[in-house]
């Protein structure tokens, strides 16, 4: 199983950027992914998730309204569409595949989350 994330960049504050996440070894039409973040020194945050039981999804508060997450199964791959971008988005951001098959953000859900992308940086200049 792998995740291969991409699409992080340099961005200007209120730009957009969209990040990929293939999926290989799983079908999406089975796995629920979770999107993450880790800004330097700060613990890593759930940010979107996208539940493959029901194709619910779920946001962190602190991006609601200005990311979406979509799948497309037959790429198998997920995307973060992140608009509105502010310098407190600037992380590295990454794709988690959830064994339960629920969504969850909090910290208390990232064991549930156990294969892991490599991680694609996101900078957002001020």
């Known amino acids: 199983v792998q995740l291969q994330a991409s699409g992080g960049g340099l961005v200007q504050h209120g730009g957009s950027l969209k990040l990929s996440c293939v999926v290989s070894?799983?079908?999406?039409?089975?796995?629920?992914i979770g999107w993450f973040r880790q800004a330097p020194g700060k613990a890593r945050e759930g940010v979107s998730c996208?539940?493959?039981?029901?194709?619910?999804?779920m946001y962190a508060d602190s991006v609601k309204g200005r990311f979406a997450i979509s799948r497309d199964i037959a790429k198998n791959t997920v995307y973060l569409q992140m608009n509105s971008l502010k310098p407190e988005d600037t992380a590295v951001y990454y794709c988690?595949?959830?064994?339960?098959?629920?969504?969850?953000?909090?910290?208390?859900?990232?064991?549930?989350?156990?294969?892991w992308g490599q991680g694609t940086l996101v900078t957002v200049s001020s």
């Open positions: 070894g799983l079908s999406l039409k089975d796995t629920t």
């Open positions: 988690a595949r959830g064994y339960t098959g629920f969504c969850g953000l909090s910290k208390d859900h990232l064991y549930e989350f156990d294969y």
């Open positions: 996208i539940s493959n039981r029901d194709s619910s999804t």
